[in-house]
């Protein structure tokens, strides 16, 4: 069985790939959450002010709000920090073989 190895820029590319996750996820974390905490509220409270408003239904409504804003947040995590490792790795494979290729083009030809 062949071993499998990396080289020492894929392993460079490793650690910084887990360095912008990490670091991408914590900004992610800290500062996105924090947008929906008033549109939650405000359901409630929107719910809350009406005529004969029922305090079970609106903290339900409240809830359904905060789950769905939760999913939003879970997808838009995957695109911001997730997103850029994969497209970065193809642009970095894509770039590493055009230039072997063009390379290939300037050898002597060995007739």
Do not use: T
């Not at 409504?61 to 997808?75: I, M």
């Not at 911001?80 to 590493?96: N, Q, T």
């Amino acid at each position: 069985m062949r071993e499998f190895r990396l080289n020492g820029w894929q392993r460079i590319g490793i650690w910084l790939s887990v360095l912008w996750a990490i670091g991408a996820s914590q900004w992610f974390l800290l500062n996105v959450p924090s947008v929906n905490d008033p549109g939650i509220s405000s359901v409630y409270l929107q719910s809350i002010s009406q005529p004969r408003a029922d305090h079970a239904a609106c903290q339900d409504r409240a809830e359904g709000f905060s789950k769905e804003a939760h999913s939003e947040f879970l997808a838009a995590w995957s695109w911001i920090v997730l997103a850029p490792i994969v497209v970065i790795w193809a642009l970095v494979y894509i770039v590493v073989w055009a230039v072997r290729w063009i390379g290939r083009g300037f050898q002597p030809s060995s007739s």
